[in-house]
């Protein structure tokens, strides 16, 4: 029996496989046709059933009972690993949450080959976490104990943004000196690397590969931003209360703009103070929409119309975020202007950290051939319109935006087990 390898690139926000079988390169259909599926899982509360994608968003914003979770690899190199998380009343830990996530990608794949797969090469970003070695460290770790225990014997790791040169390297004609931006939900990748077709089937790429850097901004901090600058003030955010006008406390709204700390929120404790601030709150009408979301445990629900709000302003100018399921007729306005200020300085951060993986590199801005853009953040418009003036005279390449690191770990995955 032939001995098969496979990618995995579990990501912030979606998340593939990809096998190398009989020498072919495929992306295995993961949720009905797509290769593709959204990194969420939702336990429902009558049996504890765990559902997982596109069908776990489903079920959760048609308000079936049960816990949804989403942003689950942001979990990894945490203390949240160890301290675990309530699902339908009974403590689970993230191992075995995140561990049931990728088993079933791994069925999926070990489906379509006809066999059970044995080795991957399993993408991570440059950082799990920033500035803290002994994290990131422990973050790889946890995730290669989740491998072992999806039933994985070999298991190696590869930089996102090298896996996404990898795969669109096999599409070039002569070589190219590219740097690739991975920006997905939660991390920001950078890569500057020598790319041909001819160097495909080399076992060692070291030589080839300039610079890594990275920071841990994504997908994630824009909804983030956005939610804060644009939606949370029509719920009373930095709005006052009592006599001396002090200021409402900010942490409830910053965590309900963050897709891994929501679920935290909706504790008795926490609704007891924000009914207790209500009464004394200068602005009832706004204030009194936030307790409604706590006390009705809406809160991916908005933060679901954040990330819509992003996602429409890539193509139009201004779109209307629905927040009818708190107040009857509730909706914002949002301009892509406002989500562009929002945003700012993260897009500094993401363009500060390209620039210094160029300066690693020992190379100019100029002498940058090609662009690899990959991640869904790269649609944003702010985003692209940075890497265009960064790199005026490179080509860009941005097809496959979700699916190229899958591609490029399993193109890895036959140099390193084949």
């Given amino acids: 029996m032939t001995t098969l390898s496979c990618g995995i690139d579990f990501g912030t926000s979606n998340s593939s496989i990809a096998i190398d079988s009989k020498g072919k390169i495929s992306l295995v259909p993961v949720e009905n046709a797509s290769v593709t599926i959204p990194s969420a899982i939702f336990f429902q509360q009558r049996d504890n059933k765990a559902l997982y994608g596109r069908k776990a968003i489903s079920l959760f914003l048609n308000r079936e009972p049960g816990r949804f979770m989403r942003s689950l690899k942001r979990v990894l190199g945490t203390s949240l690993m160890n301290q675990g998380t309530l699902v339908n009343g009974a403590s ?54 989740i491998a072992q225990r999806v039933g994985f014997k070999h298991i190696e790791f590869q930089f996102e943004p090298i896996a996404a040169a990898f795969a669109h390297e096999a599409q070039l004609t002569g070589e190219k000196l590219a740097i690739v931006a991975d920006l997905g939900g939660g991390t920001s990748d950078f890569t500057v690397i020598r790319l041909s077709n001819k160097f495909i089937h080399k076992p060692d790429r070291s030589s080839d590969i300039l610079a890594n850097t990275g920071v841990r901004i994504g997908g994630n901090d824009f909804d983030k931003d956005l939610s804060l600058a644009a939606i949370m003030p029509e719920l009373g955010y930095r709005s006052t209360y009592g006599e001396k006008g002090l200021e409402v406390p900010l942490k409830p709204y910053q965590d309900l703009s963050e897709w891994s700390k929501v679920n935290f929120l909706y504790t008795p404790k926490l609704i007891m103070q924000m009914k207790q601030l209500l009464y004394q709150s200068h602005d009832k009408t706004r204030f009194s929409r936030l307790l409604k979301v706590l006390q009705d445990e809406t809160g991916h629900t908005l933060l679901a119309a954040a990330e819509g709000t992003k996602i429409a302003l890539t193509d139009n100018q201004m779109h209307e975020a629905a927040l009818d399921f708190i107040d009857e007729g509730f909706f914002i306005p949002i301009g892509r202007g406002q989500f562009d200020e929002a945003i700012r300085e993260e897009v500094e951060k993401i363009s500060a950290s390209a620039q210094q993986c160029i300066q690693e590199a020992g190379i100019s801005t100029k002498a940058i051939e090609l662009v690899i853009l990959t991640g869904g953040s790269t649609e944003v418009h702010s985003v692209q319109a940075e890497f265009k003036r960064l790199f005026p005279n490179a080509a860009i390449a941005d097809e496959n935006k979700l699916s190229s690191v899958g591609l490029g770990l399993a193109y890895d995955s036959r140099n390193k087990f084949n």
Avoid at 113 to 126: F, K, L, T, W
């Fill in 92 to 145: 689970m830990n993230f191992t075995t949450i995140i561990s049931a996530f990728l088993s079933q990608l791994k069925e999926k794949a070990d489906g379509a080959a006809g066999q059970e797969i044995n080795s991957v090469v399993m993408g991570r970003p440059v950082h799990f976490v920033d500035n803290d070695s002994a994290a990131d460290a422990r973050a790889q770790a946890e995730l290669t104990l």
